[in-house]
């Protein structure tokens, strides 16, 4: 991030933040201008540490474009990524792409080079289609409460063999282990580089056999009786069940060193953190003093102490990477990254010395939220997490892409600026504060060459226009939702994934309805669009809508199994307390969905797009 502020985060054309990239004000979705009210920017500049007029010089770090030269002063050591050493000097072609290490001769100096593609995987020929699921509410007879691994990889085979090229997951990412403290929120996540272990398919795991396994899978299934679902009772269940089984059946065999070997500190971090979880409670800010960082004495001792305990998370993690890509295996998963973390989760605790203390991010006033959001997730910090080379975002970015085709970044105008907002203001009284963005697309494309897999910016929202030129110069596809857009589908750019609508926005049932009184305008536009009278049933309205927005040219058009099956009901409502936000099972169980004619209607109209 050498260089100016303006030239690393902000386009030329953008207001100017200060050096430290405090914006002094917004303009809001009508084009008026609202200043940042002072006392907001000093509680920012107090968080980052802001003790000078700028910031200090950065990291040894480059990055670099492959294929450029690098020209260097005197003779070095270049170290690349798979342990090459050689001895280079003056002008020579950057290493393949990775992250390599540059050693001074003269004084040891050291430097991270990162090589990158600067753009995203993407095939020319991308063309597919597929269903965006809440797992957890694709529910079979064999799930204990809640839709599972097991579930995904029937339903991946299943839909494969329909025509379709993708399932869009909800984030998979882990909850924290505590009974009683279960988030139905998928986007507020103890960590973002680790699966949760409620998806678990208890039965695929070896070693799964006996009275306690039986005993717990019948409590399970009984749960499967109510269309709420209840997390805590889940992961209850499954917790006893798996101790049991890792106590009694498994033993270390090579494929697991070599996960452990893989995941390194940071998996040895997130598993030691479930473990203090277990003992003091789901957030780490109320442990004894001693236990609140990862560095300490006593949490050295304690990883000692109950290191079977510790070990017990890591097999979780290994467990679920299996049936990830065993899932992974029958149709291309796209998961999806959420924005930020629980400031009491794993990450918060690993990362605490990264992010702003006292500060959590959001979204200022819109036509849709009159008094702003506070999403209450804590925001890296820019600088410190710079200083850091990048690796927690580094990690949380290739943990996404794991066993998928594709990754949804849920918010991915975070990549270029967030809404901060200080601890006991209002959503209202935040500020933005650029980012790195070219630093992290980068990273992002590196990344997402390594994995083969694309990506998908959720751009949705308040974006600046150099934002959208600057992801589809990077290959990120856009979003497009109907509900949001004026024209037809049949106008959307081909760089995108077009969809009818979001978890957080109203089913076509929901609108045809009436349900959704807010959205009478886009029902009177399904009308006109799909030809259909005001007295069609939803039968009628579903497919023939799925049939317009087949004619989209994106290369990723997707559906919704709520959709498809008529649900009214949206998965959450935003800024609402609602206690089905997240928590409802789809209507009926995977093996009838399988024989819907509902849904084969749907898949009908998006596998025969542009025949």
């Known amino acids: 991030m050498a260089g100016s ?9 953008a207001v100017e933040p200060n050096p430290w990239g405090v914006e002094p004000g917004y303009e809001d979705v009508a084009g008026e201008w609202h200043d940042a009210a002072p006392s907001t920017v000093r509680s920012i500049l107090s968080s980052m540490g802001a003790d000078a007029d700028s910031p200090p010089a950065g ?15 005197g003779r070095w050591e ?35 080079l990162i090589v990158t593609p600067g753009r995203c995987f993407l095939p020319s020929d991308l063309s597919t289609w597929g269903w965006a699921v809440q797992l957890y509410g694709l529910r079979s007879s064999s799930s204990w409460g809640m839709g599972d691994l097991g579930d995904l990889r029937r339903f991946g085979a299943w839909s494969a063999s329909r025509g379709a090229g993708l399932v869009l997951l909800n984030p998979l990412h882990a909850s924290l282990p505590v009974v009683g403290a279960q988030q139905a929120s998928p986007y507020y996540p103890s960590s973002r580089c680790f699966r949760n272990p409620l998806y678990l398919r ?11 396994v039986d005993a717990a899978a019948a409590a399970g299934r009984a749960l499967n009786g109510s269309r709420r679902i209840d997390r805590d009772a889940v992961l209850s269940l499954k917790l006893r069940a798996l101790r049991s089984v890792y106590d009694s059946a498994f033993k270390d065999n090579d494929a697991f060193s ?64 299996q049936q990830l890509s065993a899932a992974g295996s029958t149709v291309g998963l796209m998961q999806d990254l959420a924005i930020g973390v629980d400031p009491g989760g794993a990450d918060a605790w690993m990362w ?75 959503p209202r009284d935040g500020a933005y504060v650029r980012y790195p963005f070219g630093d992290l697309l980068d990273i992002l494309a590196l990344e997402s060459v ?71 305008s886009a029902r009177s536009r399904v ?40 649900v009214v009901e949206r998965p959450n409502y935003p800024g609402t307390l609602e206690d089905t936000n997240w928590s409802l099972a789809l209507p009926l169980p995977l093996e009838d969905i399988e024989a819907d004619p509902r849904v084969a209607e749907v898949a009908a109209a998006l596998d025969g797009r542009g025949r």
């Open 5 to 13: 502020v303006r030239r690393e985060m902000a386009p030329p054309d």
């Open 59 to 73: 990291p040894p770090l480059w990055i670099v474009p492959a294929g450029s030269r690098l020209d260097l002063a």
């Open 78 to 112: 270049l170290q690349t990524e798979d342990g090459t050493s050689t001895m280079v000097a003056g002008s020579v072609e950057a290493p393949g792409l990775g992250y390599h290490q540059l050693f001074r001769e003269d004084d040891g100096r050291g430097v991270r």
């Open 202 to 212: 208890v039965e695929d795991v070896p070693g799964a056999v006996g009275a306690d």
């Open 258 to 321: 070599d996960f452990v070997a893989s995941g390194g500190d940071t998996l040895h971090r997130f598993a030691l953190h479930s473990a203090l979880a277990g003992v003091h409670g789901a957030d780490w800010r109320r442990w004894p003093v001693d236990f609140r960082h990862p560095t300490t004495f006593e949490v050295r001792e304690f990883a000692k102490e109950r290191a079977d305990d510790v070990r017990f998370h890591v097999w979780l993690q290994w467990l679920l990477d």
């Open 352 to 426: 605490q010395d990264v992010l702003a203390p006292g500060i959590s991010v959001g979204a200022p006033p819109d036509e849709y939220n009159a008094d702003g959001q506070d999403w209450g997730l804590p925001p890296f910090d820019p600088w410190k997490l710079r200083d850091a080379l990048y690796e927690p975002f580094i990690s949380t970015v290739r943990a996404g892409f794991r066993h998928a085709g594709g990754l949804r970044f849920d918010h991915v105008m975070g990549l270029f600026r967030l809404w901060w907002i200080p601890e006991g203001a209002s």
């Open 450 to 520: 390594r994995a083969g897999a694309y990506v998908v910016g959720e751009d949705l929202g308040t974006v600046e226009d150099y934002m959208r030129s600057e992801l589809s110069s990077r290959d990120v596809l856009s979003y497009r939702v109907l509900w949001f857009e004026s024209s037809l589908p049949s106008s959307y750019p081909r760089k995108s994934l077009a969809a009818v609508t979001t978890h957080d926005l109203p089913t076509i049932a929901g609108v045809w309805s009436g349900a959704e009184p807010s959205m009478a």
């Open 527 to 566: 009308a006109s669009w799909t030809g259909l009278s005001d007295s069609a049933l939803v039968t009628e309205v579903v497919p023939a809508v799925y049939g317009v927005l087949a004619e989209a040219p994106s290369m990723i058009v997707t559906a919704t199994m709520e959709d498809a099956l008529g």
